[in-house]
């Protein structure tokens, strides 16, 4: 989300070098993408003047909004934190039967987009429409924010601090609050930002749900008025209280944190008896993978069944997956494209500029994928005609969403890589194109490609964009299925949530073992950025 902390200085930063322009030149122009969609929307807001701002924000209405919606985020947040903990010590830490297992399906609820569990939700239970159907559906999906980087905690954590509290008395209760919870502290808090986020910014579930958060009433302003200067004072507003959220979550992690002296040696904790508390540790795990996974699958395989029944159109779904994949994957490349430049001046050079750059590069942090929609929606109508309603409008609206997720990947690939071998290139007399071409970018290829790879996951599942955005005739998977929720034909939409599952399943188990080991090297000190980036979406 924005900018939500200052980048700290790393390893292998130059700051006597001057940047190179040959990165300088693309990386602005890929800030430039980022803070386009923020900036046209402040001067969007402000057409009305400060009268008319004053008047949307001082309704009664507004204040409602604001309440519900940082209500439910505190509530979502709360839950996720006791699930996400809870379910890692439990998986790492004890003698809890087939905890490898319950260990992966923690992680799963990653690969099924909120609007999907939303759809199996209200499908079966139409009463559950309002807070605690949105509360359920969305604690379900992003609990895994704060289970993976506490599990990468605990991995790495010393269990001699919980040894000697043992061998003082302390019960294995009194040592995990006393001991354990302040050094997972970092990790989770991170974790939660980013459930927060999340849940601030959702459009799916809130919606199908029909519950009123900022997202849905943007949507349904934009929607219902020819004057949509009130929707662009209500992202602009939803984005005040993202940085806020940010901001203070930042100022809180730097007051405190723990440290751990000397390298040490990592080393697995003493394993913890359950006991008796065995069968209802198993229970609880079996309810989260019942509420997360079994149910929505067994909602979706009902629907699949009932409308094998009846004709489906097949050509329409295979159409729907193919533009899904096609946008998605062109969404990925351009983001990655654009992400390059910055990595790389990330993990190089840490003059003002290039911090200035990162920094503007996480704008799309901060702004909610119905906000950015908002925003293009705005500026294609006034300055981009032709590619208004077109995929070129689509995609740009992918980059400046998920351009952090890419801008992570590869300054952390980057970082990693030996900067020597391109000291020694640039001996030899090779230009900075061609260490960046033979050197570089190779050395943090793997790296690289699975940033790529998120971004191509996340722009699959993107809802509020694609919906305001695609272009006109085009359906995609989560459109298609928003289209078919929307009127109550849960039998029609089942098809596409399938489809959308199934591409997203896969490449998520495959990317949560890869985000797993990244968040255990960025636990001392977190930057949310650095943890399960993308994954707010």
């Known amino acids: ?32 993408v980022a803070v386009l969609p923020l900036g046209y929307l402040a001067v969007r807001a402000g057409e009305g003047g400060l009268s008319t701002a004053v008047e949307v924000l001082l309704r009664e209405r507004t204040l409602w909004l604001v309440l519900r919606s940082l209500g439910l985020t505190a509530a979502v947040t709360s839950a996720c934190l006791v699930v996400g903990v809870g379910l890692a010590w439990l998986t790492t830490r004890t003698d809890l039967p087939a905890r490898r297992t319950f260990g992966v399906l923690a992680a799963l609820p990653l690969a099924v987009p909120s609007y999907v569990a939303a759809y199996a939700w209200i499908s079966a239970f139409p009463g559950l429409a309002g807070f605690w159907g949105t509360f359920l ?39 995990f609050l006393a001991v354990t919870v302040p050094q997972l502290r970092p990790a989770a808090a991170a974790g939660a930002l980013l459930v927060a986020l999340y ?46 959220i940010t901001v203070a979550e930042s100022r809180s992690r730097n007051r405190g944190g723990t440290a751990r002296l000397g390298g040490g040696v990592v080393r697995p904790a003493v394993t913890v008896t359950l006991g008796r508390l065995r069968a209802v540790a198993m229970g609880l795990c079996l309810a989260v993978a019942a509420v997360a996974l079994a149910f929505p699958a067994g909602s979706l395989g009902y629907w699949l069944v009932r409308g094998a029944s009846a004709s489906f159109d097949v050509d329409r779904l295979v159409s729907a997956a193919t533009s899904t994949v096609g946008v998605s994957f062109l969404g990925a490349v351009v983001t990655t494209a ?85 000291e020694v290139s640039r001996s030899l007399g090779t230009g900075v194109w061609t260490t960046l071409r033979r050197v570089t970018l190779p050395l943090a290829g793997p790296g690289v490609a699975a940033g790529a790879a998120l971004v191509l996951l996340t722009c699959m599942k993107e809802l509020p964009a694609t919906l305001l955005l695609r272009p006109t005739g085009t359906d995609t998977l989560a459109t298609r299925l928003w289209t ?12 596409y949530a399938a489809m959308l599952v199934l591409l997203a399943a896969v490449p998520t ?29």
């Open 199 to 244: 849940t601030l910014s959702d459009f799916g579930a809130p919606s199908l749900l029909r519950y009123d958060v900022f997202t849905r009433v943007i949507h349904s302003s934009y929607r219902a008025s020819f004057d949509r200067t009130p929707a662009a004072i209500l992202a602009i507003l939803l984005v005040v209280i993202t940085v806020a």
């Open 137 to 175: 559906v969305l604690t379900a999906c992003t609990y895994p924010y704060v289970y993976l980087p506490v599990v990468a905690a605990l991995r790495r954590s010393d269990p001699s601090l919980e040894e000697v509290s043992r061998s003082l008395g302390r019960s294995a209760r009194a040592t």
């Open 484 to 495: 078919e929720t929307g009127s109550g034909a849960y039998a029609a939409a089942a098809p």
């Open 338 to 422: 654009l992400a390059i430049p910055v990595g790389v001046l990330a993990a190089r050079y840490g003059t003002r500029t290039v911090r200035l750059v990162e920094h503007a590069a996480y704008a799309g942090h901060a702004l909610p994928g119905i906000v950015v929609a908002l925003a293009l929606v705005f500026f294609g109508i006034r300055f981009a005609r032709p590619v208004y309603q077109e995929t070129p409008l689509l995609v740009l609206a992918y980059a400046v969403l998920f351009l952090p997720v890419a801008v992570g990947a590869v300054r952390a690939s980057v970082a990693q890589s030996p900067r020597r071998l391109e």
């Open 1 to 32: 989300m924005s900018a939500p902390s200052v980048p700290t200085r790393r390893p292998g930063r130059s700051t006597a070098e001057r940047p190179p322009a040959l990165l300088v030149v693309p990386a602005l122009l890929a800030a430039a």
């Open 509 to 537: 188990f495959l990317l949560t073992h890869a985000q797993t080991h990244r968040a255990a090297r960025s636990t001392d000190g977190v930057d949310p950025r650095d943890v399960m980036e993308g994954g707010s979406r």
